[in-house]
């Protein structure tokens, strides 16, 4: 489903959604169309800052208000939406907090697996994908549950019923089977949120920017072992693994040591907003004199006195990912 | 400036700013235009949920992230700029959250004083506007601090130093004597972002449905002095002047039982969106068989248990409040 792009320096290209003021006609009520230079600004959904120019990759975006799943196409930076399924979600409204709380999560989701239906109750009918709820930049606002999953169901009836699940996002039988085969374990994302908003391209463009330098600086600091660089690209908050800043810092320095070059290569690089913070999604190509490495690797960052700071990291390598249900 | 309309049913007609997705070229860089119907949808800036047909009004739009002022006139649910400023607003980046924070607080305010030069050092410049930050909902959220005004200053040069103040928003002299003709205190409303965002009109319709029905309701409550069905209006967080809300239902009970009939008039509804909350601004006519009062309301309501509800609500009588500055 994916091949791996020879090209060294990715090319970023962002697309537009076609967002088109109508003379609007709702619910009887007429609506004038009020045309002002000033505010004729292209415009495009909140979430995305940048998606990579290259082969195919496939996004789902979940609005929970419409009850709506889109599956998104990007080919070449250009998005396009391949089909748009009904869905339910959680039964409250607003953005999930807690455990039990009936609310579906809004944020930028991975996929980390995948459960057969032969290894579920019949409620979950056709299979399940498990999204990576509650991610790092949940933990940090101390927002806990689990078990969100995208999901088909034995009472396809739920699907007209909307708002009618615990947290999951559900579809039909045949609308799950047909997702997977689009879905990548840990590379698809999935976005949800309550409305989809629409940016500026202009701010759009200067966060793309922003977020391309610190990526730049970060990549620099890693390939000429500049310990200091390096770790001024983290929060201060940072953990991994059960290692905080310093513990992490002095790991790096030891590894640093063993290998007499580095390189890295970033490919397929997506930039995706979630509230003021960043995530960043791409193949990373770590190879040395004397190791290599090759999967897919996120970055959460958050601004703090207007820098961005990682202040989490993930990375897994990149096997057989694809989603197919068997 | 404004002329009492005698129209007893407000129609409300809401405009749609022109968001023009082009071909768009920035930075040396190409962006492709994708069209895809399924994205083909109208937007609107996200503060606005309705304005009313009628007379002029105008309202002033900051931009924190461009360093912009915008001028906007509302002719019959049509909005339009009538001019943008350049001004500065705070030295630090984000939400105003406590006193000496240097932020400027993001949300919709309205003038509740003016201060001419005369009374003010020079750094005021040509003249002040008092904003009522902290409004209910910042008060809400525990923010503080105070002294937000949109002034002048006596050094222009201060305006092409973007973010150069320690929360207020400055404009040029010249531009402060300008806007000054357009402000009527306590009814022209100021709202603070850091960007533009749009919302898709389908979901403003629904929400402006869903308030108007909610103020019917209210309204009809109150003329037919149904104290329960006025009081479920109310959040049981509401707090007017010491009263809580016991002490509110108790006051307007005794208020209620004085007259024989009450009728209110409400004319030139304008409807805000602040974050998840909703503003509501509108000249209010209360006529009883003894009593006559005539003043501009302004509703602030939460959703609690999906369900609008007055968490505050503020009313000053209608006189002389034009902005001109002497």
Known sequence: MRVFSQRIHTIFVISL???????????????DLAEYSDFSDPV?????????????????????????????????????IIKSYLCSTGRKIGDKKESGDLRTPEGVYFFRSKID??????????????????????????KNGYGIWLHGTNEPERIQNSNDTKGCIVVKNEDILELGKYIV??????????????????????????????????????????????IQC???YFKFRKMNLKAFRSYKKRVFNIYKWIKININNIQIFKSESNILISFLQ????????????????LTKEDNSYKIIGELWSKVEDNTGNIK
């Open 185 to 230: 374990l840990n590379e698809t994302p999935i976005i949800v949120v309550n409305e989809i908003v629409y940016r500026k391209l202009e701010y759009v463009n200067k966060d793309k920017d922003e977020v391309l330098t610190f990526l730049k600086k970060w990549k620099k600091s890693w390939e000429s072992k500049n310990i200091k660089e390096y």
């Open 17 to 31: 959604f076609f967002v088109n003021i109508i003379f609007a006609q709702t619910g009887g009520q007429n609506f």
């Open 234 to 236: 983290y929060s201060r």
């Open 44 to 80: 495009i959904p909140s979430s995305f800052i940048s998606l990579y120019e290259g082969e195919d990759s496939y996004i789902i975006l979940v609005e929970k208000r419409g009850q709506k799943l889109f599956l998104l196409n990007n080919v070449n930076g250009n998005i396009s």
């Open 285 to 300: 190509e770590f190879k040395t004199d004397s190791y290599y490495d090759y999967g897919v690797k996120q970055l959460y």
């Open 117 to 142: 239906s032969t290894e579920l109750p019949p409620l979950y009918g056709a299979g399940a994908f498990v999204l990576d709820y509650p991610n790092i930049f949940d933990r940090i606002k101390h």
